[in-house]
């Protein structure tokens, strides 16, 4: 039988996931400074919760994150890209029906408080910002369709620069708008302003946390465990070492949040296999090389693992040696 050729690695793809995870990672890290760390508005926040998990009519819900304020008001966030195709716009719209039913949010890492009428924000690409503003409404003004939200969703739009995003709400008559409660500093200020946060503002917060809600893109994390996790976890093992996909998987929660699964892990070490940087033992635990990845023609690791894993690089790991089959002796007694 003709052995099956593995599928072949789109490196575009690869490429653009990492870009748009890693954005989306920002733009959290942006809003969890803003409320957390900033002057102006930290004052007012009761609770940010970064990693949310909210059960709401037997459904576990996870926005990108929540914010609860001292004035009992409150904030869920989406960070989203928007395809075009109805499929993404009907999936999306079902997300922040669920969110505008949310009653109760964190209020601190193990309870929960009552909200009534939280604001459900959405943030999306400037590419994309026109075009949801449009495709939500469409939905709202067709009675027929099931998103008949109390109130429209906040859309807000963000455009990444050299060293900085812009965040800004779009100022569309549908749009909805974020509740001031009774405070006289609050996000909506921010973004009717082109707000601007420096990459030097949520730097630290990022490397604090590195992930969001959503499943991380298979290059961010790839990228994440031969830069960070391995090196750091590993640095006296020598050249290379065995790991369990649900042990790193436990340990990257430990360390900073989220959820982050065993299958996230494997599908990340698979890449690396690609790019000949890791080996599947074949018994539970993948062999994994901690030497630098490097390249003639990339500098970014990000980059030099999808430029290896496209041309299927040679592997640096050394396989396990099997134990020697003993001859066979016979029988000992001849019946």
């Known amino acids: 039988m003709a052995r099956r050729r593995s599928k072949a690695i789109q490196g575009d793809d690869l ?3 990492y870009e748009r995870y890693d954005q989306h990672v ?36 996870t926005p990108d994150f929540t914010v609860l304020f001292h004035d009992g008001t409150a904030i869920i966030g989406e960070v989203a890209s928007l395809a075009l195709h109805q499929n993404s716009v009907d999936k999306l719209l079902s ?5 505008s039913a949310i009653t109760r949010v964190p209020a601190s890492a193990t309870n929960n408080a009552d909200v009534s009428d939280p604001d459900v924000l959405l943030l999306v690409p400037n590419s994309r910002g026109l075009t949801a503003i449009r495709r939500i409404h469409e939905c709202i003004d067709d009675s027929a369709h099931d998103y008949q939200p109390v109130k429209p969703p906040v859309v807000a739009q963000y455009a990444k620069g050299d060293s900085e995003y812009t965040l800004q709400r779009l100022p569309d008559p549908r749009n909805g708008i974020l509740a001031a409660g009774d405070r ?9 302003s082109d707000f601007t946060a420096k990459a030097e503002h949520f730097a630290s917060n990022k490397v604090a946390f590195r992930f969001i809600n959503d499943s991380p893109a298979t290059l961010y994390l790839a990228t994440h465990l031969v830069l960070q996790t391995l090196p750091t976890q590993y640095f006296l093992s020598g050249q290379q070492v065995d ?15 989220g959820g982050i699964r065993a299958g996230d892990i494997k599908q990340a070490l698979e890449l690396l296999q690609h790019a000949g940087y ?4 074949r018994d539970g635990t993948w062999a994994v090389s901690l030497k630098p990845l490097r390249s003639r023609t990339e500098s970014d690791v990000h980059r ?26 016979g029988a000992l007694f001849d019946l």
């Not at 959290?28 to 009519?57: A, K, M, N, Y």
């Open 184 to 192: 006289s500093q609050h996000l909506g200020l921010f973004l009717d």
């Open 278 to 281: 890791a080996l599947d033992n």
């Open 95 to 99: 997300q922040l029906a669920n969110y």
């Open 304 to 329: 030099v693992i999808v430029e290896k894993a496209v041309k299927r690089a040679k592997s640096v790991i050394i396989p396990r040696e099997r134990p020697a089959e003993l001859p066979d002796q």
């Open 15 to 17: 490429l653009r996931e």
């Open 243 to 257: 790991v369990k996909p649900a042990d790193l998987a436990e340990l990257i929660r430990s360390q900073y949040g």
């Open 26 to 61: 920002d733009v959290v890290s942006i809003l969890h400074w803003v409320f957390t760390e900033s002057v102006e508005l930290p004052g007012t926040v009761r609770h940010f919760e970064r990693f949310p998990s909210i059960r709401v009519d037997g459904k576990t819900l």
